[in-house]
């Protein structure tokens, strides 16, 4: 499922600093992402690519139970999607809309509070990422008639980002997200979120269990999992990169 490529490996990141050199001085790099090129080689991996840093911690024969680099980026193809999401004058990125139902979307500045309702940011020309109503308890009374009508129906619609929280793992309110997925046939994918908030041990034994679940109970997950931390930003620039890989912005 990954982009032809793409495969070029982490393992260039590490044995080319003149690559890295390169990058951070290319005037086509954002400066942030320049500065994360800056960073120590441990911190670097440990930014970039969250799971090969849990990876050491394995047995060598249960490392082939992850499937860490079916999306294997280059380098430069990470800086290139980064730039993707960096918003200039040229790539503006726009709150477009928010609605508690599809069919009747108000004007609003920006979204508040939990996601009750659909919000739509257009990424310049490139795509538009909608962020949705969680599922579960907390759910809004007309979920069924806005999100599953909403995924059934949008035909351009290209890939589902299910979020699910590392630290507790797989929970019955995600079972039914997972289990909407498979019925619909929807390609999705899981992102494991705050693994800020776990130690190693405990988030490999997490990664794990998840692993095993997208391998033998599911058949439209990707069967690579993109944890990430909204607070120390690992993992989200591959993330990133999948994203831009998907919707054809690195062909």
Known sequence: MAAPGLRLGAERLFEMPAVLERLSRSNSTSQ?????????????????????????????????????????PSPEDIARADNVFTATERNRIDY????????????????EGHTKKMNFFKVGKHFTVVDMPGYGYRAPEDFVDMVETYLK??????????LVDSVVGIQKTDNIAIEMCEEFALPYVIVLTKIDKSSKGHLLK??????????????????????VSAVTFSGIHLLRCFIASITGNLD
Request: charged content about 25%.
């Open 96 to 111: 477009v809309s928010s609605a508690v139902r599809i069919d009747h979307a108000p004007d609003l500045p920006r979204p």
């Open 32 to 72: 942030a992402f320049a500065e994360v090129l800056r960073l120590p080689k441990q911190q670097l991996r440990k930014l970039l690519y969250p799971l090969q840093e849990v990876e050491r911690f394995l047995a060598p024969d249960g490392r082939q139970n992850l499937h860490l680099r079916i999306f294997d």
């Open 153 to 162: 129906e949008r035909r351009n619609l290209k890939r589902t980002f299910l």
């Open 206 to 227: 997490q990664v794990l269990q998840i692993q095993k679940f997208v391998n033998t109970k599911t058949q439209g997950c990707f069967p690579q999992l993109f944890p």
